[in-house]
Nanobody, 114 residues
């Protein structure tokens, strides 16, 4: 049974950092491309980052390039999103998903505010 469980969200001041985790079960995170997607209040889903299977090439939407880093720990079967220099516009519920976006976690709230 496929399951994704996100954690690590919270309230942080602008310029702060958070690391999100996505613990996977029922499949191997290194075998399938994985993505982080967010949904800001009143807005639609926004893809923000992907890590490919195998070699693990990474991709980011322009608004987070240089600030966010996607990674995975194969031993822990967990996906991560390190978020630095957070901005108020990063406030959203963050979800992890696997290709082809058929399974999603419950989401973790990130709020960036002073």
């Amino acid at each position: 049974q496929v399951q994704l469980v996100e954690s690590g969200g919270g309230l942080v001041q602008p310029g702060g950092s958070l690391r999100l985790s996505c613990a996977a079960s029922g499949f191997t995170v290194s075998s399938i491309p994985m993505s982080w997607v967010r949904q800001a209040p009143g807005k639609g889903l926004e893809w923000i980052s992907e890590i490919k299977n195998g070699g693990g090439s990474t991709y980011y939407t322009d608004s987070v390039k240089g600030r966010f880093t996607i990674s995975r720990d194969n031993a822990k079967n967990t996906l991560y999103l390190q978020m630095n220099n957070l901005k108020p516009e990063d406030t959203a519920v963050y979800y992890c998903t696997k290709d082809p976006w058929d399974y999603w976690g419950q989401g973790t709230q990130v709020t960036v505010s002073s």
